[in-house]
Structures are given as structure tokens and as C-alpha cells.
């Protein structure tokens, strides 16, 4: 097959402000005899990539290209004859025109070679669009609930904050397992959209004592488990409203790191506190073929729904605004890029 000498990909030739992103020509990606070809569809859109943009992550080379987080088509199968003999990719079913989504670091551009070990099958009756808004956020929700702290039948959990992308699906899977929800939100609309989509009580943190509301709910008790992915201005109060031999689930900093703290803290109702990386629960083959096909299971029969808030074009344009929409906090679930069609 003959591919196309250069294509366009969002990149960034310094670190900076939204300004630094823009829409530029770059080599067709060097194809590996282990690696898929990709013609990509969607670029999912995610705090990470404010972090690489910024410099809070560093870039390995400039110009740099950006994303972790897209959905495509197979347009090259590996050459590689031990990938080929390997039952895991095997498992996969991985042919011309098979359908996936990626993640991966450098996916936003419209042609990616990578690793097999980074795809995930797409069923066919799911829109890239979906596949491209639920990956990430799917296998975060999907796997924190599973392993952070398996959510069961009549468990009551907090979720910090429920109205974005991962809130959202987290509200979801978490009312599949039979839970009880309470989240924290900004407004009186994204309560209404938390409402919508299965939370049982949600509190307006900006109106609202959060660690009353949460202790009235549950009879001075606290709650099984608490997602948070705000960090470091709803650390402490967590320890308050979490129940005794309870779990914290500490996902994210959107409101910067959470401070170093003394484990004797822990002692005083027993709590559990763990700080996971989504990465780390897909690691092995086995891995994130089960999570894959439990998410994409999910989303087939409608139990795990994503809310994509706006598609962008695939322009300079776009790539800034995205990244200054997602950070002004005013959007409710999922940014994409729609790269081709």
C-alpha cells in the first residue's frame, strides 16, 4: 500500500499557552513490522493534554505531536511474524478495516502507527465518535470501580465531581452495580444532568455544606467509597465523610496536587487510600482485552452512555479552543476533534 509522504497533525513546537497548538505537515510515522497503521477518525480530547501543552509533562523531541486519545481504522496489519503467532493479538480478530480506538501518546494526527498492545476493538454498531469519547474515561470508570474499590450492591459512593466525562460514566457503572450515587457539582444544571444519568443525591458544592449534606444522607455514617478527582480542595474533608474501614480513592488534581499527609491519619476510622493510574489496571494483554470488551459491552447495550459536549474541526482553530474550553470548566462531558468525513 502506498501511503501519503506527509500528513497533518496537531502539534506543538514549545511548550506554552493554547497559542502554542497548531495544525501542521508532518512525516508520514515510521511503520514498525510490529505495529498497525491507523487512519484516524476522532481525537479525544483530555486534561493530559493541557499537561504536555503546558510543560507539566515533558515533551521527548519538537515539534511535538499531541493527543492520547483517538479513534480510526486498520488500514495495515503488523508484518512481524512473532505479533502475527501471538495468541493475545490473535484474541483481537484485528484485520483490514477493523475498527479501534487508541491509546497512546501522539495519536492526534491523521495517520498513527502503534503497537498492537495500545488498540482496542471496536464493535461495529458503536460511532467512532463513541469510541473515540469513552475509552480513556470508560476504562478509568470501569477499572477504579473494579480495583480501586470494587463498588458493590448497596454501597453508598461519592463522586468528585460527578458532571464531567469519567463523572458521568462513573454515575453509571456505579448505579449498574446496584450503588447508591451521591456526587458534588457547580450549578443546578449539572445537577440536573447528574440527576439524569442515575445519581441518587447530588450536592452544589458552591450553595451547599458538602460534609453535612453527605453525613445527613448517610445518618452520620459517612460513605463506602469516595472517587475524587478534584484533590487537593477536597482532600481533607474526605477523610470526614468517609465511613469507618472506608476507602479514598484519590483519581485526579483538578484543583491542584493533594499535600503530603502522615498514614497515622489513616488510623483514625481506617481508611483505605490509594492513588491509581488507569495505565496500570490495562498492563498486561489479558488486561485490557477484558476491560476493551467490558467497556465496549457496555456501551453496546446502552448501560454506560457518554455525553460528548462539542465536536471541534481539525484546524488550529479547534485545537486551541478545545483545550481552553476543557480548562474553563464550563463544559459537561466529552471534547472531540473530527478529523475526517
Known amino acids: 500500500m502506498t501511503y501519503p509522504s506527509a500528513i497533518q497533525a496537531i502539534t506543538i513546537a514549545e511548550t506554552g499557552g493554547p497559542e502554542v497548538l497548531k495544525k501542521t505537515e508532518i512525516p508520514?510515522?515510521?511503520?514498525?513490522?510490529?505495529?498497525?497503521?491507523?487512519?484516524v477518525d476522532y481525537f479525544g480530547i483530555n486534561f493530559i493534554d493541557t499537561a504536555y501543552r503546558r510543560g507539566i509533562y515533558p515533551a521527548d523531541k519538537f515539534p511535538f505531536v499531541m493527543g492520547v486519545e483517538a479513534s480510526g481504522t486498520v488500514i495495515r496489519?503488523?508484518?512481524?511474524?512473532?505479533?502475527?503467532?501471538?495468541?493475545?493479538?490473535q484474541k483481537r480478530g484485528y484485520k483490514q478495516g477493523s475498527r479501534v480506538a487508541v491509546d497512546t501518546p501522539g495519536s492526534h494526527a491523521q495517520y498513527i502507527s502503534v503497537s498492537w498492545r495500545t488498540l482496542y476493538p471496536v464493535p461495529e454498531n458503536i460511532p467512532a465518535s463513541t469510541a473515540a469519547a469513552s475509552l480513556i474515561q470508560g476504562l478509568t470508570a470501569i477499572s477504579f470501580m473494579e480495583e480501586s474499590y470494587n463498588v458493590q450492591n448497596?454501597?453508598?459512593?461519592?463522586?468528585?465531581?460527578?458532571?464531567?466525562?469519567?463523572?458521568?460514566?462513573?454515575?453509571?457503572?456505579?448505579?449498574?452495580?446496584?450503588?447508591?450515587?451521591?456526587?458534588?457539582?457547580?450549578?443546578?444544571?449539572?445537577?440536573?444532568?447528574?440527576?439524569?444519568?442515575?445519581?441518587?443525591?447530588?450536592?452544589?458544592?458552591?450553595?451547599?455544606?458538602?460534609i453535612?449534606?453527605?453525613?445527613?444522607?448517610?445518618?452520620?455514617?459517612?460513605?463506602?467509597?469516595?472517587?475524587?478527582?478534584?484533590?487537593?480542595?477536597?482532600?481533607?474533608?474526605?477523610?470526614?465523610?468517609?465511613?469507618?474501614?472506608?476507602?479514598?480513592?484519590s483519581m485526579g488534581g483538578a484543583s491542584g496536587a493533594v499535600p503530603p499527609f502522615p498514614p497515622l491519619?489513616?488510623?483514625?476510622?481506617?481508611?483505605?487510600?490509594?492513588?491509581?493510574?488507569?495505565?496500570?489496571?490495562?498492563?498486561?494483554?489479558?488486561?485490557?482485552?477484558?476491560?476493551?470488551?467490558?467497556?465496549?459491552?457496555?456501551?453496546?447495550?446502552?448501560?454506560?452512555?457518554?455525553?460528548?459536549?462539542?465536536?471541534?474541526?481539525?484546524?488550529?482553530?479547534?485545537?486551541?479552543?478545545?483545550?481552553?474550553?476543557?480548562?474553563?470548566g464550563k463544559t459537561v462531558g466529552k471534547l472531540l476533534i473530527k478529523v475526517s468525513g
Open 28 to 39: 508520514f510515522p515510521t511503520v514498525e513490522p510490529e505495529h498497525l497503521v491507523i487512519k
Open 212 to 249: 453535612a449534606r453527605v453525613l445527613e444522607i448517610t445518618n452520620g455514617e459517612g460513605v463506602h467509597a469516595i472517587f475524587d478527582g478534584v484533590g487537593k480542595d477536597t482532600f481533607e474533608a474526605d477523610f470526614r465523610m468517609i465511613r469507618r474501614k472506608g476507602t479514598l480513592v
Open 154 to 210: 448497596g454501597d453508598i459512593v461519592l463522586i468528585h465531581t460527578i458532571a464531567g466525562g469519567v463523572g458521568v460514566l462513573m454515575c453509571q457503572f456505579a448505579k449498574y452495580r446496584g450503588a447508591i450515587v451521591i456526587g458534588t457539582t457547580s450549578t443546578k444544571e449539572k445537577a440536573e444532568l447528574a440527576k439524569s444519568n442515575g445519581a441518587d443525591h447530588v450536592i452544589i458544592y458552591k450553595e451547599e455544606d458538602t
Open 77 to 89: 496489519l503488523p508484518t512481524d511474524p512473532a505479533v502475527l503467532d501471538d495468541p493475545d493479538y
Open 265 to 328: 491519619k489513616l488510623s483514625e476510622k481506617n481508611v483505605t487510600v490509594v492513588r491509581p493510574r488507569m495505565s496500570n489496571y490495562v498492563y498486561t494483554p489479558s488486561e485490557s482485552l477484558y476491560y476493551g470488551n467490558a467497556l465496549f459491552g457496555l456501551l453496546s447495550n446502552s448501560t454506560l452512555r457518554p455525553l460528548i459536549h462539542k465536536e471541534y474541526p481539525f484546524t488550529t482553530e479547534g485545537a486551541r479552543e478545545a483545550q481552553i474550553d476543557l480548562m474553563g
